[in-house]
């Protein structure tokens, strides 16, 4: 499978899409003005703390106070607090924990209250970015992502992925964490890290300890709401979760991203620094890769697939809902539950794709075509398990209900990516009402009596639709040689099949539009 990433940068945002065998599969937004991103870490002060609901709201300096609910404190939430108390006191002369003394885990089922107060000062680390009306999601259990690893301070534990399957690798890169990982820092082995040397584990463990300095740094002199360290940008987050063999291109369209992005492969992954290519044409780098036209093809109410079939998707307040329809697809040879099947196999990868260019998160519904077979339902939940699998969001899949239902909920951590896929008429600007037909011949003359007595045009080119086009020349005497007789000018008509049926412009004898 090739991969491929084209990165759209203009002054107000970076659009990314990811591209797998040229068919679109991500697509993600980062606005120039986002202050708030997956991974950054503020330092905040609690302003309330909600014995009912077991959690605080923390100012983070948005307009909604961050949610920070007792289960996302993490174990050594007292750990963080008796650390960062003591960095703002200068008590806390160095970033490294090896003499740094652990507060006991806190208890699973404890109230929130007997861990914060009201007004004091926290580290906290975004978990959730805001989303309609709500404030961001935040934790305290601090982590920091790099390519191979994750550094989680204040724990002594090592995880590795359980997407490496073999014991033996598992137990490799266990010992060899063991043995380079400073003291209380936990590390979470990542699935890319199967394999590597002790070199390359090395050194992504020092940048993320440098990170953790970094941090440190800034927290000593740092007054809440204040960001104190903040995670890369979405570009160099996607290279560094995705980046594999299996890229073959990347390609930007702005030079100083795209020096950026190289800086960052080099220190990543310096062999796939040939792959990435800086776009020069003069058509937008979307529409020559191809991009636009999926987008628009995608992101609609009406989702249609190759076979005929196509899905509907409704949003609501509570949870999405897509249906499956087999359309006009139908063979003969084949019956009822056979064709039911095969829409719903090509329905389930249609699925799995729509969930992750939207970034639909939450509890979604999928509404397939009834199968009375308990063998062909199977084969449906393997399906989009299996096209669930490329998904890096968090979700769980159930069975088929005996309705035919599919439920799946999937971690929502940034907005949803809703892009409008209908225009607005431009014949009515969306009111639904025209001029009269009968008076646009009377409105056309008189923008031309305009241009030819009062601006004095020597000639003019009048643009209009084909069939306005035929209306004014055809016929002996017709409409275009009574106004060249009534003006004593030059005046030509030109058919444009682009343009709508009551559209006009006006050109002078340079080609260029006359503005009435």
């Known amino acids: 499978m090739n991969n491929e990433l084209i990165i759209d940068s203009t002054p107000t945002e970076v659009v990314i ?35 009912g609901l077991n959690a ?14 007792y289960l996302d404190l993490g174990p050594q939430a007292a750990s963080l607090c008796k650390y960062t108390k003591l960095v703002q006191t200068d008590k806390q002369t160095t970033s490294n924990l090896m003499y740094f003394k652990l507060e006991p885990n806190i208890l699973k089922d404890g109230k929130i209250g007997n861990v914060i107060n009201a007004n004091q000062q926290i580290l906290v680390q975004i978990a959730k970015e805001p989303i309609s009306t709500k404030g961001p999601r935040i934790t305290t259990e601090i982590s920091l992502a790099g390519r191979y690893l994750v550094l989680i301070p204040f724990s002594d534990k090592i995880s590795v992925s359980q997407k490496i399957k073999t014991i033996d690798e598992k137990n490799r890169l266990k010992k060899l964490i063991t043995s380079i990982k400073p003291k209380n820092f936990g590390v979470i082995i990542r699935t890319v890290a199967e394999g590597k040397s002790v070199a390359d584990l090395d050194a992504d463990l020092n940048d993320l300890v440098k990170k953790w300095e970094q941090c440190y740094e800034a927290l000593k002199t740092a007054q809440p709401p204040q960001k104190v360290l903040g995670e890369i940008d979405r570009t160099s987050a996607i290279l560094r979760d995705l980046l594999n063999a299996s890229f073959n291109s990347i390609h930007i369209n702005d030079a100083a991203l795209y020096e950026e992005t190289k800086t960052y492969l080099q220190t990543i992954a310096p062999d796939k620094e040939k792959i990435l290519k800086l776009y020069k044409g003069t058509v937008p780098i979307f529409e020559n890769f191809g991009v636009d036209r999926q987008i628009k093809a995608l992101f609609g109410k009406t989702v249609t697939m190759k076979s005929g079939g196509y899905l509907i998707v409704e949003h609501t307040e509570a949870l999405h809902v897509i249906d499956v329809n087999s359309g006009n697809r139908a063979k003969s040879d084949n019956n009822q539950e056979a064709n039911a099947l095969e829409v719903n196999l090509e329905a389930a990868v249609e699925v799995a794709r729509q969930l992750r260019l939207r970034d639909m998160g939450g509890i979604i519904v999928v509404d397939f075509i009834d199968l009375h077979s308990m063998e062909n339902r199977k084969l449906l939940y393997e399906k989009i398990r299996d096209e669930m699998a490329k998904d890096r969001a968090k979700h769980n899949i159930l069975p088929p209900s005996k309705f035919g239902l599919i439920q799946i909920t999937r971690q929502r951590v940034r907005p949803e990516m809703n892009i409008v896929t209908v225009e607005k008429c431009p014949t009515c600007g969306g009111s639904g009402e025209i001029q009269a037909s009968i008076l646009l011949m009377d409105q056309i003359e008189s923008n031309m ?9 020597p000639s003019v080119t009048l643009c209009v639709h084909p069939y306005l086009e035929a209306y004014l020349t055809k016929g002996l005497i017709s409409l275009r040689r009574k106004w060249s007789f009534k003006y004593k000018k030059t005046i030509k008509v030109r058919a444009v099949e682009s343009y709508h049926f009551l559209e006009y412009h006006f050109l002078n004898k340079n080609e260029d539009e006359i503005k009435i």
Not at 56 to 69: I, S, T
């Open 17 to 51: 899409a990811l591209l797998n065998d040229k068919r679109l599969v991500e697509l993600n937004r980062e606005k120039s003005n986002n202050n708030y991103t997956v991974g950054d870490i503020y330092l905040g002060r609690v302003k309330k703390v909600m014995p």
């Open 56 to 69: 605080a709201f923390v100012d983070v300096g948005y307009e909604k106070d961050g949610f920070l609910h």
């Open 449 to 457: 009596r305009y241009i030819l007595k009062e601006q004095n045009e």
